[in-house]
Nanobody
Framework: QVQLVESGGGLVQPGGSLRLSCAAS????????MGWYRQAPGKQRELVAR???????NYADSVKGRFTISRDSAKNTVFLQMNSLKPEDTAAYYC???????????????WGQGTQVTVSS
Protein backbone atom coordinates (compact mmCIF):
# COMPACT_ATOMS: atom_id res chain seq x y z
CA GLN A 1 0.00 0.00 0.00
CA VAL A 2 2.35 2.68 1.26
CA GLN A 3 6.12 2.48 1.23
CA LEU A 4 8.68 4.77 2.82
CA VAL A 5 12.22 4.73 1.45
CA GLU A 6 14.98 6.52 3.33
CA SER A 7 18.39 7.60 2.11
CA GLY A 8 21.29 9.74 3.22
CA GLY A 9 22.71 8.05 6.29
CA GLY A 10 26.37 7.35 6.80
CA LEU A 11 29.49 8.02 8.81
CA VAL A 12 30.39 11.61 9.65
CA GLN A 13 32.86 13.29 11.98
CA PRO A 14 31.66 15.32 14.96
CA GLY A 15 30.61 18.77 13.85
CA GLY A 16 29.73 17.53 10.39
CA SER A 17 26.45 17.48 8.50
CA LEU A 18 24.19 14.95 6.86
CA ARG A 19 20.89 15.20 5.02
CA LEU A 20 18.34 12.44 5.24
CA SER A 21 15.55 11.98 2.73
CA CYS A 22 12.40 9.90 2.88
CA ALA A 23 10.05 9.40 -0.04
CA ALA A 24 6.56 8.01 0.40
CA SER A 25 4.97 6.09 -2.45
CA UNK A 26 2.01 3.86 -3.14
CA UNK A 27 -1.72 4.33 -2.89
CA UNK A 28 -1.66 7.65 -1.04
CA UNK A 29 -4.75 9.80 -0.65
CA UNK A 30 -3.39 12.19 1.93
CA UNK A 31 -0.30 12.60 4.11
CA UNK A 32 -1.11 14.23 7.43
CA UNK A 33 2.40 14.32 8.84
CA MET A 34 5.88 12.98 8.26
CA GLY A 35 8.76 12.79 10.63
CA TRP A 36 11.94 11.18 11.82
CA TYR A 37 12.57 9.00 14.84
CA ARG A 38 15.82 7.50 16.01
CA GLN A 39 16.89 4.55 18.10
CA ALA A 40 20.30 4.06 19.59
CA PRO A 41 21.44 0.64 20.86
CA GLY A 42 19.83 -0.16 24.19
CA LYS A 43 17.55 2.87 24.06
CA GLN A 44 13.93 3.47 23.15
CA ARG A 45 12.93 4.94 19.84
CA GLU A 46 12.46 8.69 20.17
CA LEU A 47 10.99 11.46 18.08
CA VAL A 48 13.58 13.65 16.40
CA ALA A 49 11.44 15.97 14.29
CA ARG A 50 8.02 16.05 12.70
CA UNK A 51 6.23 18.22 10.15
CA UNK A 52 2.51 18.31 9.47
CA UNK A 53 0.64 18.97 6.26
CA UNK A 54 0.12 22.50 7.55
CA UNK A 55 3.91 22.91 7.94
CA UNK A 56 3.79 22.88 11.70
CA UNK A 57 7.03 21.45 13.07
CA ASN A 58 8.27 20.11 16.36
CA TYR A 59 11.70 18.95 17.43
CA ALA A 60 13.30 17.03 20.23
CA ASP A 61 15.03 19.42 22.62
CA SER A 62 18.34 17.69 21.96
CA VAL A 63 18.32 18.66 18.26
CA LYS A 64 16.76 22.12 18.33
CA GLY A 65 18.94 24.63 16.54
CA ARG A 66 20.97 21.90 14.83
CA PHE A 67 18.43 19.89 12.81
CA THR A 68 15.86 21.19 10.35
CA ILE A 69 12.95 19.23 8.95
CA SER A 70 11.34 20.20 5.67
CA ARG A 71 9.07 18.64 3.09
CA ASP A 72 8.28 18.61 -0.59
CA SER A 73 4.56 17.89 -0.67
CA ALA A 74 4.49 17.49 -4.43
CA LYS A 75 6.95 14.61 -4.15
CA ASN A 76 5.68 13.21 -0.84
CA THR A 77 9.19 13.60 0.51
CA VAL A 78 10.53 14.76 3.84
CA PHE A 79 14.08 15.86 4.56
CA LEU A 80 16.13 16.14 7.73
CA GLN A 81 19.12 18.46 7.56
CA MET A 82 21.43 17.59 10.42
CA ASN A 83 24.21 20.04 11.29
CA SER A 84 26.74 20.18 14.11
CA LEU A 85 26.40 16.46 14.61
CA LYS A 86 27.50 14.95 17.89
CA PRO A 87 28.47 11.38 18.81
CA GLU A 88 25.25 11.13 20.79
CA ASP A 89 23.31 11.57 17.55
CA THR A 90 24.53 8.14 16.49
CA ALA A 91 21.48 5.95 15.92
CA ALA A 92 19.30 4.26 13.37
CA TYR A 93 16.99 6.92 11.95
CA TYR A 94 13.49 5.90 10.89
CA CYS A 95 11.08 7.78 8.69
CA UNK A 96 7.49 7.84 9.88
CA UNK A 97 4.36 9.00 8.10
CA UNK A 98 0.72 9.36 9.03
CA UNK A 99 -1.00 8.49 5.77
CA UNK A 100 -4.50 7.87 4.55
CA UNK A 101 -4.28 5.33 1.74
CA UNK A 102 -6.76 5.45 -1.10
CA UNK A 103 -8.12 2.09 0.06
CA UNK A 104 -9.12 3.15 3.58
CA UNK A 105 -11.37 5.61 5.36
CA UNK A 106 -8.78 6.28 8.04
CA UNK A 107 -5.11 7.12 8.40
CA UNK A 108 -2.42 4.74 9.55
CA UNK A 109 1.17 5.02 10.70
CA UNK A 110 3.89 3.77 8.38
CA TRP A 111 7.59 3.25 8.97
CA GLY A 112 10.64 3.09 6.79
CA GLN A 113 13.36 0.48 7.12
CA GLY A 114 15.76 2.85 8.80
CA THR A 115 19.11 4.37 7.88
CA GLN A 116 22.18 4.35 10.10
CA VAL A 117 23.83 7.59 11.16
CA THR A 118 27.19 7.25 12.88
CA VAL A 119 29.02 10.27 14.27
CA SER A 120 32.59 9.40 15.13
CA SER A 121 36.12 10.64 14.64
Amino acid sequence: QVQLVESGGGLVQPGGSLRLSCAASGSILRINAMGWYRQAPGKQRELVARVTSGDSTNYADSVKGRFTISRDSAKNTVFLQMNSLKPEDTAAYYCNADVQPTTRWFSSNYWGQGTQVTVSS
